[in-house]
């Protein structure tokens, strides 16, 4: 069972914020949302992960409803080399593995 | 500084010819991890090693094995290679295996099978 739903694909101006949406409404409350991405023909790289607070770091944003039952990750300031697929993963208490969705295939645009 | 390092970024090798793929941390990192990655798939977790235990998933074939001499090598062994084993095999290490411990993955190698 899928545990995140995120868009297939979407495009970004360069310069732009990317704001890039994740649905986990299934999620419980000890559970992480974590969000990597993955640059062609290279390995996934950690963006960021947060439980319940809002989170930033020199990368992005990540925006957690209330609920918990959405998040929004927020490039600040696009640039062409933010294309990439981006994951967003839900892992539990007891999840020592990343599971991979098909992610969100984001191209940044001049 | 690299701190997941998988040697070589690209193997070939022949239809049933053994292969090994290596990967190597800086992080001194508890928890070492292998997944597949499929031409448009997204990764797929093989097995891990959480110190000196080895932990295999449900479904990862016989053909692939692993070994952790030491806790900054971990080494993939793919016994005969198919066709269907071609791949990008990505190596991750996470210093435990608690959801808030983050997975730093290395750049992979991808392996083609002839």
């Known amino acids: 069972d899928a545990k995140t739903t995120q868009p297939p694909s979407m495009d970004c101006a360069e310069g732009r914020a990317a704001n890039l949406p994740c649905n986990h409404s299934?999620?419980?409350?000890?559970?992480?949302v974590y969000w990597y991405r993955q640059i062609h023909s290279q390995g996934p790289q950690y963006i960021i992960h947060?439980?319940?607070n809002n989170e930033t770091n020199e990368m992005a944003s990540l925006i957690i409803t209330e609920d918990r039952k959405s998040s929004t990750l927020i490039l600040p300031h696009a640039t062409l080399r933010d294309t990439a697929v981006y994951y967003c993963?839900?892992?539990?208490?007891?999840?020592?593995?990343?599971?991979f969705g098909a992610g969100t295939t984001v191209t940044v645009r001049a | 500084d690299a701190m997941v390092i998988q040697n070589p970024r690209y193997q070939v090798t022949q239809f049933g010819k053994p292969v090994t793929l290596s990967c190597s941390q800086t992080l001194n990192h508890n928890v070492m991890y292998w997944y597949q990655q499929k031409s448009s798939q997204a990764p797929k977790l093989l097995f891990h090693?959480?110190?000196?235990?080895?932990?295999n998933e449900a479904d990862t074939p016989d053909n692939f094995q692993s070994r952790r001499p030491n806790t900054s090598f971990c080494f993939l062994d793919i016994r005969s290679p198919g066709l269907g084993d071609a791949a990008m095999y990505l190596c991750a290490t996470s210093r435990d295996k608690r959801p808030e411990d983050t997975q730093y993955f290395g750049p992979g190698t991808r392996l083609t099978v002839l």
């Open positions: 947060g439980l319940k």
């Open positions: 090693y959480y110190d000196k235990d080895f932990n």
């Open positions: 993963i839900v892992r539990a208490q007891n999840d020592y593995k990343l599971s």
């Open positions: 299934t999620i419980s409350g000890n559970e992480y």
